[in-house]
């Protein structure tokens, strides 16, 4: 499976942007995804996710409300849409998926096989 992730770049604050995250090889409905983030200096953060068995949303308190993952399985695609975009949001954002997953382990980045390259979000104040 390879994931290619997309839709970052650079905005002011209180704008939005929706990232994609393509998947490329065996189908994509049977894994749990989600999407991660790393800014400079600090380590890579669970941001949202979505279960493969539930479709259950999760998401990191700082961006409940602002952010929605979705999935588009006929597409093969997931999607981050993130609203109200503030600087604290700066990072490279990541997707990530598995086929098997440890729920108490979902935020994990340690859980996911695979990865997309990144893609640099950059909020401006």
């Known amino acids: 499976v390879q994931l290619q992730a997309s839709g970052g770049g650079v905005v002011q604050t209180g704008a939005s942007l929706r990232l994609s995250c393509a998947a490329s090889?065996?189908?994509?409905?049977?894994?749990?995804v989600a999407w991660f983030r790393q800014a400079p200096g600090k380590e890579r953060e669970f941001v949202a996710g979505v279960l493969r068995s539930s479709g259950t949303t999760y998401y990191t308190d700082s961006v409940k409300g602002r952010f929605t993952i979705s999935r588009d399985n006929a597409e093969n695609t997931a999607y981050l849409q993130m609203n109200n975009l503030k600087p604290e949001d700066t990072a490279v954002y990541y997707c990530a998926a598995a086929y098997k997953i440890i729920v108490s382990a979902f935020r994990s980045y340690r859980s996911y096989d695979y990865w997309g390259q990144g893609t640099q979000v950059t909020v401006s104040s």
């Open positions: 090889g065996r189908t994509f409905r049977s894994m749990t």
